[in-house]
């Protein structure tokens, strides 16, 4: 294996919009909000970035093509700025093009930036109609929730769970989330919900309802990346290093060979293998502290925990019915909230994850802080369970 | 010496009568190299019984100069034409091509129909050309079906009969014609055409070989009588009054062509076994059967009830429909007013009852989906002023170009099939979709219209555009291999499953309202 990026580069500062219908805003003003707390925790002038990634994944409704939003949103010193896509996996993808420019001796300071304003849409949920002219003519014209409700169905057929276990079990992750966004003062949403309520809510594709499905949310996050010895010598403590950036992308088997049976994330099985290693995690069941994932459905969190080799596969419904990844679990899970209740404005999930980790890290969590945290893991999922990108980070103490 | 030791040249060499009095037994001991060896008269003095005995492997041998060259006699068994390659098969002549049965057509690989040149496939005649599967007609290519002339016919209710008259005349030659007649026509909302009209339609092959119905005569009589229209800017028919329309109309143009359609096929109204004469007035068909002298037990049932009048299409579909139970000797009259009459009369054969079972109307009016909330047949008409949503806004222009590109994947449901590793797939793409195999450019076409597949997963997406919400769609398997994520249709809660099976079924898919109306057409998964 190539030698990889564990503790190549540390994480010089973050910053994070509050999430929410930012009626107040658009995307360059929650760029600014993520950026100027990122700038000042990292300590450095903007004079000394020397690279720049961007991301964002809805351009129709945005703020355009290329790096120049950016740049121009934070008057950048005409330093290179690479606008990245990656579906939902978009915001990972920045983070990992400043780090390799870090890790490469291009940059000795990168920063990540990604945003999402998704509610000047005029309606509810996300835009649609994407994917070229050809997909049009030919592939059924789905939404996200119908999509991720597939994996509800082929999951119970392949596992034989009940729909009343699987409701319950999806219930119970989205009302763990709600727990954990209520002590968030960033999250979109910030109130628990009771099991009822979330069991009897309408539903929107079935078995999906309104509480399996995430918040819409507009939000920007961001990182400025470094070297370790720099972080060291700039006088940084509790140091957070990248110890795993890994990202798998579907290739068309799972959507077209008949060897997949729609029950599992083909990409996120390979993505986390990979990352454990990179890391040097050999029980990661044991070893990782806590998990951010891509949670945009209960269900797809509920199927990531197998994928991600934490919990059997087939089983992971009991782990979650178990309390296994609650707050005060063996290892939590969304401790602020998710894309459930912190939000999801896409560009920029993936960074607020990490930007959850750094902080739990640094323990400086609030009032969600968990107890020494050590090693964090962030997981987005791009696309649909049958064709997807699958992104995962491993952050932790630098030691 | 024996014959199995000699060179090629020597095979070469050969005379007509040496070759005449190989025996089947020599004949199969023959290597490849020495088949391929036989001079090309050599190869025309071959008779009907040497050519069986060859294997495929020897047959496999034959070179393209030799091909053309086998007698007239000389039928190729299926094994013997399977195993032939494209370039062999491209070699055909008409006479060889004439021979082949209708088992081996139908047997063909898609890469082999391919291989034909497009004279042998517009030489095949009405047998083989009906032995063709979907899925082989699917794959012809665009020089294969050069020779087709399509004609569009409109403007009138006779329209469909107009359209038989001519694809009869044309089919007279040998070549057979395809007619197919079909209307949706629009009604004002509570008027009283809302509840005679019908959307339908059907399809007619004409020929002359192996017919079920045989044209004995037909008269037509064009008269400029506007009983109603439909002006160009119009949704809407505009009728005259009835009882006008029954006496100056009807109760004088029909009876004397009747009459004249009559003298010309050398019958008596009395012959006739069955009357069908589309009519929104269900006492005119009666009166005119009773002028003419036509017993009243003769004439069919407008299917008013069940179906309602289907305008030009109709009076075909009722012919349809009196096919199906028709006996052999029958004598069928079709009578379409419009403008005129046309009059066509039928003697049914006894290959009728020999016909491959079809849906045909009764096959179609099983399969039906019944929708009783008229709420619905409103807005699925496009007669409410309904909100459907942001979601229903997002822009539906087609790229026609792509269109083109893509035609047999999108109106032919033609997906691949690895030649390396067998794999069937959806769609037909440059690199093998099987993550064992990977292979390049390695597949042929495999038409997937006719095949039953599954479902794997599915949804019921109450956020999803859908003009019958929710939108029902999922995870499709078909057994071959090949699965895509479908779009269903005619499905409701009870039927659509995991594992339920489903068939494909061509539908509108979208509308582009924002450019005038271009239709997107797909294929849709409708429970079996």
Sequence with gaps: MARGIKDKVAILGMGC????????????????????????????????????????????????????????????????????????????????????????????????????????????????????????????????????????????????????????????VSWKSHQNGAKNPKAHLQKAVEMETILNAPMIASPLGLFDCCGVSDGAAAAIVTTPEIAKALGKKDIVSVKALQLSVSNGSESGHNSWDGSYFHTTRIASKKAYEEAGIKSPRDEVSMFEVHDCFSVTELVTMEDLHISETGKGWKDVLDGFYDADGK??????????????????????????????????????????????????????????????AIVGRYE | MSISSLSAAQISALSVTAIQSLTATTLSSFASTQIAAISATGIGALSNTQVAALSTTQVK??????????????????????????????????????????????????????????????????????????????SLTTAQVAGLSATDIGGSLKAGTSALIAGLNASKDGAPS?????????????????????????????????????????????????????????EFDYGWEERWIRDEGYSKIVPPAIKAGLAACKLKGADITHFIMPSLMPAVPKLMAKMAGIGEGAVRDLLGASLGDTG?????????????????????????????????????????AKLAKRKGLSGWMARRKE??????????????????????????????????????????????????????????????????????????????????????????????????????????????????????????????????KMRMTFRIRDNDTMRGGFKRYFWKAAPV
Aim: charged share 20%.
């Design chain 1, 17 to 172: 919009s509050k999430f929410g219908e930012r009626w107040d805003s658009g995307a360059e003003e929650l760029m600014l909000e993520a950026y100027k707390e990122c700038l000042k925790d990292a300590g450095i002038d903007q004079n000394q970035l020397q690279a720049a990634w961007f991301s964002t994944a809805i351009d129709e409704v945005h703020v355009g093509k290329s790096g120049i939003p950016l740049s121009t949103t934070l008057r950048l010193p005409n330093i290179p700025v690479t606008h990245v896509e990656n579906m939902c996996a978009s915001g990972t993808e920045a983070f990992r093009g400043a780090c390799y420019a870090v890790a490469s001796g291009a940059a000795d300071f990168a920063l990540a930036l990604g945003v999402e304003k998704l509610k000047d849409t005029g309606y509810g949920g996300l835009p649609g109609g994407r994917g070229g002219p050809l997909q049009a003519l030919w592939n059924a014209s789905g939404t996200a929730p119908g999509n991720f409700a597939q994996l509800a169905t082929a999951y119970m057929t392949a596992h034989g769970v009940s729909g009343e276990d699987l409701k319950k079990a999806i219930g119970h």
């Design chain 1, 331 to 392: 290892i939590p899970c969304q401790i602020d909230g998710g894309l459930k209740c912190f939000g999801h404005p896409i560009g920029a999930s993936g960074l607020r994850m990490l930007y959850e980790m750094y902080l739990q890290i640094q323990g400086k969590a609030g009032a969600r802080q968990l107890k020494n945290p050590r090693i964090g893991m962030t997981h987005n999922l791009g696309g649909a369970p049958r064709e997807n990108i699958s992104s995962v």
């Design chain 2, 61 to 138: 041998a034959l070179t393209t100069t030799q091909i053309p060259n086998f007698s007239s006699e000389v039928s190729f068994s299926s094994p013997q034409l399977l195993a032939l390659n494209q370039v062999q098969l491209g070699a055909f002549n008409s006479t060889l091509v004439a021979n082949i049965s209708s088992t081996a057509v139908a047997a063909f690989a898609t890469t082999q129909i391919q291989a034909f040149t497009a004279a042998n496939i517009s030489a095949l005649d009405e047998t083989q050309a009906g032995a063709l599967t979907a899925t082989q007609i699917s």
């Design chain 2, 178 to 234: 395809l007619v197919a007649a079909a209307d949706k026509r629009m009604a004002r909302v509570a008027s009283a055409n809302e509840l005679n009209y019908g959307d339908g339609a059907a399809a007619l092959l004409c020929g002359t070989e192996n017919v079920i119905a045989k044209l004995v005569g037909h008269h037509s009589v064009s008269m400029d009588f506007v009983d109603h229209f439909r002006g160009e800017e119009s």
């Design chain 2, 312 to 352: 030009a299409a109709h009076a075909l579909v009722m012919l349809v429909d009196a096919l199906e139970s028709a006996k052999a000797g029958d004598k069928i009259m079709v009578v379409a007013f419009g403008q005129g009459v046309d009059i066509l009369v039928f003697e049914v054969t006894a290959e009728n």
């Design chain 2, 371 to 500: 929708e009783k909330n008229y709420m619905k047949f409103l807005a699925f008409n496009d007669m409410l002023p309904i909100d459907k949503g942001m979601r229903a806004e997002f822009d539906k222009k087609t790229a026609l170009s792509v269109l083109w590109r893509k035609r047999d994947m999108i109106y032919g449901l033609v997906g691949g099939k690895c030649k390396v590793c067998g794999t069937v797939q959806f769609p037909r793409s440059q690199v093998c979709v099987n993550p064992n195999c990977h292979a390049i450019d390695s597949q042929d076409p495999y038409a997937m219209a006719g095949l039953e597949c599954a479902v794997m997963s599915f949804t019921a997406d109450s956020l999803v555009y859908s003009p019958d919400p929710p939108g029902y769609y999922g995870m499709i398997t078909f057994p071959e291999g090949g699965r895509f994520m479908a779009d269903f249709t005619d499905s409701d809660k009870d039927q659509v499953k995991v594992g339920a």
